[in-house]
């Protein structure tokens, strides 16, 4: 597994409720398995690797320190364990700043 897992792009969890029921939801980021994102929540990162340069443009445009740690160049965040760790810093960096949404529409 160790070949699969290095040229994976992404790495997430699956899950499923335990009850027999319809699914019109689901967990971004699931916090029984340590807040890991799932994987609608990777894959649309991975797809959206795309726009990364315009998108960290945007973030460093907010003067905010926490942002100056992004990857510069979506070549950087090249396999599945870089892309979890960007998840989770700009996961962390919203969270710690609930206004960085409104400045970024702005």
């Given amino acids: 597994m160790p070949a699969l897992v290095e040229s994976a792009k992404g790495l997430a ?3 499923l409720p ?3 029921a319809a699914v019109y939801e689901f967990w971004v980021f699931k916090e029984s ?3 890991a994102a799932t994987l609608p929540a990777v894959a649309l990162q991975v797809h959206a690797l795309k726009a990364y340069p315009a998108w960290a443009s945007l973030l460093k445009q907010l003067n905010a320190p926490h942002f100056a740690a992004l990857p510069r ?3 950087q965040i090249g396999k599945a ?3 979890r ?3 989770h810093s700009l996961r ?3 969270e710690n700043d609930p206004e960085a ?3 970024l529409a702005d």
Avoid: N
Wanted: charged share 30%.
């Fill in 13 to 15: 969890t699956f899950p």
């Fill in 18 to 20: 335990k009850i027999d």
């Fill in 33 to 35: 398995v340590g807040d």
């Fill in 73 to 75: 160049e979506t070549e």
């Fill in 81 to 83: 364990t870089q892309v």
């Fill in 85 to 87: 760790g960007l998840m």
């Fill in 92 to 94: 962390s960096v919203f």
């Fill in 101 to 103: 949404s409104d400045r």
